[in-house]
């Protein structure tokens, strides 16, 4: 058992994207480029599926300006619709709103919510123009919860979702994303300096071989586990009441 074909697997995920969005009746999809990879898949992606109805929106929030010109690249490298949406002004607000004397956020609140505000920002441009939402989370960040819960995980699709990082990486050249997305460090962009793998402590060659394969060093094998039990209500459906 092995990664698989690239070709096939971009030829598969375009086929089930058409159809998603024809079973829903909507014209196309929206997607929050960030600069990374997998967005840049999602993107791609959408553009051979759709044409032009499609959208990228590029996000800004007290991030990285290398984020929005690697984003602006995607784009333009592979004509892909886009359009720019700085949502810095709107956290702030929200910020001031939820701290007061003696009340602060803690870093990764803050964090989050710049997910859940892009997420928002999202669905209401899809709304507007009959798209769905398209998420961009991978399986490798799937399997260990490695995203924003009601952030970057509310979307109507995950198009990437059964794909191991590795298998993103080589749909990516099949799709002609530029080297310079495929080489970068992956990174959430939550704070300056922060790397998926940094907060994850693996890499994600080790991540996907574990998943793959179940072999890994017993160090990265126990954060793995540990990561999938602290992230398991993220893959659950929201807990019901049921009154008898």
């Known amino acids: 058992m092995g990664f698989r074909d690239a070709g096939k697997i971009v ?24 600069g990374g990879i997998d967005s840049a898949v999602v993107a791609a992606l959408g553009r051979r599926a759709f044409g032009h109805e499609m959208l990228a929106v590029i996000m800004p929030c007290h991030s990285a300006s290398v ?20 949502l810095t002004a709107a956290f702030d607000a ?48 799937y399997e260990t919860g490695y995203f924003t819960k009601y952030g970057d995980s509310a979307s109507d699709l995950w198009p990437l979702a059964d794909l191991f990082k590795t298998e993103v990486r080589a749909a990516a050249k099949v799709l002609d994303v530029p080297e310079r997305i495929i080489d970068k460090a992956p990174t959430a ?34 954060r793995i586990e540990e990561l999938r039990r602290h992230s398991e209500h993220k893959r659950r459906p929201v807990p019901v009441c049921r009154i008898r």
Request: charged residues 30%; aromatic residues 6%; negative net charge.
């Open 11 to 34: 030829e598969a995920i375009e086929d089930w994207l058409k159809d998603e969005v024809k079973k829903a009746g909507a014209s196309g999809i929206v997607v929050g480029l960030s």
């Open 67 to 86: 984020d929005a010109e690697d984003a602006l690249l995607v784009a333009k490298a592979l004509d892909i619709p886009c359009r720019m949406v700085d």
């Open 94 to 141: 929200l910020s001031r709103e939820l701290e007061g004397p003696g009340v602060s956020l803690s870093r990764m609140a803050n964090a989050n919510l710049k997910a859940r505000l892009r997420m928002s920002t999202l669905y209401a441009v899809a709304q507007t123009e009959n798209f769905l939402v398209c998420g961009t989370s991978n399986r490798s960040e």
């Open 189 to 222: 962009g939550l704070w300056e300096g922060q790397t998926d793998e940094g907060e994850m402590g693996f890499s994600y060659d080790e991540l996907d071989r574990y998943l793959l394969t179940g072999r890994a060093e017993p160090k990265v094998r126990d």
